[in-house]
């Protein structure tokens, strides 16, 4: 779970802060059964996400959750509520630079947790064990950072109803004996709580579609970050479920530009690793047409030397900009170009000029074998992405060398690499590129 880094104020006309505020503006009126909860639920988490830490969103996010009533609300809940403790635990000032500002925004996050707890103990959640155990475990944190002693939680009713819940559910057996697909969509489940068991990926909203992807690309990450297939989900998870370009007023179009802070705070990010890469990639798929942020991202990549994911990237964001080509006339709400001049020739040029892998050392100046040497020695991971990447560099410097026969031998490898690997749509230049040799 990433969440917006500090306290902001400074942001107005957002179309999320727009609905939400015309939602909440019926609560406790005679409009009250109009509110659309599951709106009020999406529009604080994207907030929270991508615009401001404010405990303010936090309370509408823990009203609508209780009106939805669903496991997955909680679970994400759950999450935001993690996140707050770690603030507080390290870094209280984000929630307000004054001490004055701090207590009134402590206020309200003690007031919306207070509000929880009494909805909780009416017993008539739709809350799993597992995630009152949590929050009870989550609230004992709190109580000792913040100072502050919560109502405690009747955990007894939620344990019978997880008991009756068992009983209720198949036998060991019945469960091996379910068909495959079953135990697949159980998997998909726990990797992202947005995406409910046995749902049709075609049935889900965007938000749980992106989230599921964007989850599923962090959990390959966690093992390796040069995992080429958690670049292609993240893709997926950045414009699966864009079908056209947002609408506009004479190339105006409602869809914020990106927060100062969010753009300083990422050009600022150098280093290689998964606490960096979850802030580019949530943010990047939060904001799916600031291209200039993809311009961004690869060359953080390339600056790390992850020359093969660049690439990849460039010519993903290539394709999708001749596939909207009008995207260059388009501008945000702020009169900022969706896709200025100098990030699309970066996209254009990179297209063109595929960069090669080359090794470091001019490649005239070496014989075959200290080239195949030093080619080995990069493979320092032996992963898929790695192996692809040799092999591409030992066919380059063969062919460079008048080996043909040799070069023809290692991209017949490729083909067949390519061919068995999952995700090969998105090597498709690579993989004709090959088969033609």
Not at 366 to 388: F, G, Q, V
Request: glycine share 2%; with cysteine.
């Amino acid at each position: 779970m990433q969440l917006y880094y500090e306290l902001n104020n400074n942001f107005s006309n957002d179309i999320f802060l727009d609905e939400l505020q015309d939602e909440m503006s019926k609560y406790k009126t005679l409009a009250h059964e109009s509110i659309k909860w599951d709106r009020v639920f999406d529009c604080s988490y994207q907030i929270l996400q991508s615009f401001s830490l404010d405990t303010k969103f936090f309370s509408f996010l823990c009203i609508a959750a209780t009106n939805i009533n669903s496991p997955k609300n909680y679970e994400i809940l759950k999450e935001v509520l993690e996140f707050f403790l770690e603030v507080f635990k390290d870094d209280p000032q984000r929630l307000g630079q004054t001490e004055k500002l701090l207590a009134i925004k402590r206020k309200i996050f003690i007031n919306s947790l207070d509000g929880f707890i009494e909805e909780l103990n009416k017993q008539n959640l739709n809350c799993p064990q597992n995630f009152v155990d949590s929050i009870v475990f989550l609230l004992n944190e709190l109580e000792k950072i913040i100072d502050y002693k919560f109502v405690n939680i009747d955990i007894s009713a939620y344990a019978s109803k997880q008991s009756e819940s068992e009983n209720a559910q198949p036998s060991h057996t019945q469960i091996a004996n379910q068909p495959q697909s079953n135990t697949h969509a159980t998997i998909s489940s726990k990797i992202s709580s947005n995406f409910a068991t046995h749902t049709d990926i075609k049935a889900i909203n965007d938000r749980e579609y992106r989230d599921f992807f964007v989850n599923l690309s962090l959990e390959l990450l966690k093992d390796d970050l040069q995992n080429i297939n958690a670049y292609a989900i993240f893709m997926q998870a950045l414009w699966g479920r864009i079908k056209a370009l947002p609408t506009n007023s004479d190339f105006i179009s409602p869809v914020r530009y990106p927060d100062q802070n969010l753009i300083i705070n990422i050009k600022n990010i150098e280093s290689l690793n998964l606490e960096n890469l979850i802030l580019f990639i949530r943010n990047l798929v939060l904001n799916p047409f600031w291209i200039e942020g993809l311009m961004i991202f690869c060359k953080f990549l390339r600056k790390n030397n992850l020359f093969f994911i660049e690439n990849f990237i460039s010519e993903q964001t290539a394709v999708f900009l001749n596939n909207h080509i009008d995207i260059r006339k388009l501008k945000f709400q702020n009169s900022e170009d969706m896709c200025s001049k100098e990030t699309y020739d970066f996209f254009m040029s990179q297209k063109n000029t595929k960069q090669k892998n080359a090794p470091d050392k001019n490649i005239n100046d070496l014989d075959i074998n200290e080239i195949l040497i030093d080619i080995n020695a990069k493979n320092t991971t032996n992963n898929s992405r790695e192996n692809l990447n040799s092999m591409l560099l030992m066919a380059s410097a063969f062919s460079d060398k008048g080996m043909k026969s040799n070069a023809k031998t290692i991209y017949a490898q490729i083909v067949n690499f390519i061919e068995n690997t999952e995700l090969k749509e998105y090597l498709s230049d690579i993989y004709e590129e090959a088969k033609l040799f």
